[in-house]
Antibody
Framework: QVQLQESGPGLVKPSETLSLTCTVSGGSISSYYWSWIRQPPGKGLEWMGYIYNIGTTDYKPSLKGRVTISVDTSKKQFSLKLSSVTAADTAVYYC???????????WGQGALVTVSS | DIQMTQSPSSLSASVGDRVTITCRASQSISNYLNWYQQKPGKAPKILIHVASGLQSGVPSRFSGSGSGTDFTLAISSLQPEDFATYYCQQTFSIPLTFGGGTKVEIK
């Protein structure tokens, strides 16, 4: 059974960079799309981007320039960096496996990141 | 971006009721539409993939239908554990987008 677990700081200061890591266990990290999705408190879901294999990425256009997703296959981890954060970036951040047209089939439990000074 | 619009945004229903939720895409997405269930404090869970495919382990009271721009999620007989928020999501094009959600509450 594939399991994902997010880790990283729960508090980030405005204008700084948010960094999260997702560790994948119970399955291969190769040949799938690995994605980040966020959910502001009380609001809906927003796809941020994904990475495939070593380095093919795609990002939500409105976040381009601020978001970077990378992968370390040796550690079975993929990471999110979001720069120049503001209070609007406060959200629960989920990592998830994107299985193509069948959708997001495995999710982490989510990590709340608060942007505040 | 393809906009996904769900209706209603919330509904109240009783155990045993049949419930339907609709999702409309701003352009045709063929059948590239998935449905998720999210309970408070938990990650979403996929229920239906490619419009009508029941995900393994999901009870058969859940069903999906539609193609093009209009889709429906139905729950044939609402159970206590079904009170949650439901989201549709398109996989037709990047950026992947979700509907705004439908909260199903106890009447």
């Amino acid at each position: 059974q594939v399991q994902l677990q997010e880790s990283g700081p729960g508090l980030v200061k405005p204008s700084e960079t948010l960094s999260l890591t997702c560790t994948v266990s119970g399955g291969s990290i190769s040949s799938y799309y690995w994605s980040w999705i966020r959910q502001p408190p009380g609001k809906g879901l927003e796809w941020m981007g994904y990475i495939y294999n070593i380095g093919t990425t795609d990002y939500k256009p409105s976040l381009k320039g601020r978001v970077t997703i990378s992968v370390d296959t040796s550690k079975k981890q993929f990471s999110l960096k979001l720069s120049s954060v503001t209070a609007a970036d406060t959200a629960v951040y989920y990592c998830a496996r994107y299985n193509g047209y069948v959708g997001f089939d495995y999710w982490g439990q989510g990590a709340l990141v608060t942007v505040s000074s | 971006d393809i906009q996904m619009t769900q209706s209603p945004s919330s509904l109240s229903a009783s155990v045993g009721d049949r419930v339907t939720i609709t999702c409309r895409a701003s352009q045709s997405i063929s059948n590239y539409l998935n449905w998720y269930q999210q309970k408070p404090g938990k990650a979403p869970k996929i229920l239906i993939h490619v419009a009508s495919g029941l995900q393994s382990g999901v009870p058969s009271r859940f069903s999906g239908s539609g193609s093009g721009t209009d889709f429906t999620l139905a729950i044939s007989s609402l159970q206590p554990e079904d009170f949650a928020t439901y989201y549709c999501q398109q996989t037709f094009s990047i950026p992947l987008t979700f509907g705004g959600g439908t909260k199903v509450e106890i009447k």
